[in-house]
């Protein structure tokens, strides 16, 4: 990919070599990054514009990291889907494509490009702003709790074989809805075992469900709820807040972390009050195009 401004990307040929990409848009961004698409936006200085940005994540020939942003999403959707399939594609944006190349990387990469020196970040005097860096995950906290979310909704399965509907029976009106069993999230990847020892109405998950319910009503960020895929005629729900997340199937039960909670996941049951409110949160969720 040919270099994409004088001042960020100078090395042999201008030439960054692409080792990764991401998708920045209001249905599908890096959740480590933030709580919403405005504030993983924020995270690398970016406006929050409604089609969203393309992330390649890459080194120069000199090993340093770079993140170009380009407004082609599509591509960086189609070499995303590409690889996903084990297939080869040429990621190379059109420089016209190009919003900005910045210094550092927002997420962490665990490849390197070959025949250049190691990963580092570019001299200062070849960078107008300081390197982006990875959100820390070494303790729990924000990004920790939202990789974790992460990590239920991609394992959505192994997860749930773990509650048994018996824990939620006769569970009625939403304290009874948030009635639940705890887990052990292992951070920043949520790989624990439900426990069974949780006190009824746990205060947390019934404020989580007060929140969300408020969204209905006052729509918050751009992709604080987001809606995916899910098999059958289900999605997928994620829905974000302040100190919480709420990971979901439309048909199903639902599971909350909490940042007060560390390493803890809190499974919700269905009850009366849980199938309407993720009804209401999917309608107003945004989308994949």
């Not at 990054?33 to 405005?38: E, F, I, M, R, V």
């Not at 995270?43 to 770079?66: C, E, F, I, K, T």
């Not at 939202?146 to 394992?155: F, P, S």
């Amino acid at each position: 990919m040919a270099g994409t401004d004088e001042n960020a990307v100078a090395a042999e040929d201008d030439a960054l070599y692409v080792l990764t990409a991401v998708l920045l848009t209001p249905a599908k961004f890096p959740s480590v990054l933030g709580d919403d698409y405005p504030e993983a936006c924020a995270a690398l200085g970016l406006p929050p514009l409604a089609d969203g940005y393309g992330l390649v994540l890459g080194q120069d020939g000199d090993g340093a990291r770079w993140t170009v942003v380009v407004d082609d999403v599509s591509l960086v959707a189609v070499a995303i889907a590409s690889w996903d399939c084990g297939m080869e594609y040429d990621l190379s944006p059109d420089e016209r494509s190009v919003v900005a190349a910045l210094p550092g990387w927002p997420l962490a990469v665990a490849v390197a490009a070959p025949n250049v020196p190691a990963p580092h970040d570019p001299a200062p005097e070849v960078a107008d702003r300081a390197p982006l860096s990875p959100p820390d995950t070494s303790t729990w906290g924000p990004a920790q709790r939202r990789l974790g979310a992460d990590e239920i909704a991609l394992q959505w399965a192994m997860w749930r074989e773990q509650i048994d509907d018996a824990e939620f029976a006769g569970a009625t009106g939403p304290e009874a809805a948030a009635e639940s069993p705890k887990g052990s999230a292992q951070t920043p990847g949520a790989t624990g075992e439900a426990g069974r020892d949780a006190p009824q109405g746990h205060g947390g998950v019934r404020r989580v469900l007060a929140e969300a319910r408020a969204y209905v009503d006052s729509p918050p960020p751009l992709g604080r709820v987001r809606s995916s895929f899910a098999p059958g005629d289900a999605r997928t729900l994620r829905a974000d807040g302040p100190g919480w997340s709420l990971v979901a199937r439309t048909d199903d039960i639902a599971f909350v972390l909490l940042d007060e909670e560390p390493g803890e996941v809190l499974p919700v049951g269905r009850g009366p009050e849980l199938p309407g409110l993720l009804e209401a949160l999917d309608k107003m969720a945004v989308r994949p195009s």
